[in-house]
């Protein structure tokens, strides 16, 4: 599932160049196209782990499975900016309970030491999908053209429903090839069908911090998402199948990021018992390192230079990408849908704001230095805050203060 919702959401990026051209849109425009998405999903993030806590992730995510995949297929019957925007708008309702859904079926399916390694597989098949996105779109588009890029991926994504509605089971003791020793490794609280009303307060408090994080976090990830193609295209004049080779190289690392980042944080929690530790630090690293890497990339100018800079900045980004969704699971695991959704309702902000401000930055300054440097300086920030991020202060069970 991971894998393919990146493929819907990043393959505008791809076929940006050639939406672009074929509908007359400007940079600024295209802009505002790329962060329609990120509208919805910015403020379904919580409603929709509402409503996996309370219903179950298995009705939830065929609900919007089905939605973006239909999504999908209308992107490419988009006629101009309007029918385009509003397609993309679809796709963000649709997936904007997708990740807060599978962390509250993660939350019943795996022991705390090893939720980090749960997120880090998970998201990186997603980030496999940002990697394979603009190979595959490309070679779509050359076989045929963008508009069937998006038809072939939308029937990909109702596919994947049928098969979720088949296989997945709320309560793992309802799954036929459950044994007894692999519940014993789950709690009282996975084996159970409990759902206790969500204690907003207390929650809130211990989210919103990591909330901040995620923030600066996703405003760097949405630039690699939509504009990268694009960067290589523009600033170092490259055909639509080099910029794709050299856009799915840099995101190749987030897919070794996203492994290493959730098995370190589980090993660190294993060896130390510190989820502080385990957590905060690999939160701190990752985004420091992401922006140290970033920062060479304003002042060099070489193809080969400035694409390693950036897979070693994606790399040490998604190093947090995991830990990130494991945090909601250690601070409330009875309402992980909906501290999962908090969560990445930062993500989702920045899809709105960093995609259009991005393209914005370009078209004033004519240059791609100003939208990096301020990305970078974000990441600064979020560095930061992540030391007041503490994953240790749990809720109580069933939400009892």
Known sequence: ????TYLDRVNISTAAPHIRH???LSNTQLGLVLSAFAIPYAFFQVFGGFLADRYGPRKLLCAVGVVWGLSTVATGFASGMVTLFAARLALGFGEGAAFPGATQAMSRWLPADQRGFGQGITHAFARLGNAVAPLAVAG???LFDWRAAFWVLGVLSLGWTVLWARTYRDRPADHPRMTETELGELSAGQRADERPPVPWGPLLRRILPLTFVDFTYGWMLWVYLTWIPS????SYGLRLQQF????????????VGDMVGGMVSDTLLRRTGSLRIARRSVLVAGLLGSFAFIVPTLFVH??????????LAFFFLELTNPVLWSIPMDVAPDHAGTAGGLMNTGFGLAGVLSPAVFGFLVDRSGSWVLPFGV????????GLVSLRVDPANKLPISGVR
């Open 1 to 4: 599932m991971y894998f393919i």
């Open 22 to 24: 074929d509908l007359a």
């Open 140 to 142: 779509l588009i050359a």
């Open 231 to 234: 960067f290589f295209a523009g």
């Open 244 to 255: 794709a080779l050299f856009s799915a190289l840099v995101l190749c690392a987030g897919v």
């Open 302 to 311: 070489r193809l080969g230079v400035v694409t390693v800079c950036l897979a």
């Open 375 to 382: 990305s970078a300086g974000l990441l600064a920030v979020g």
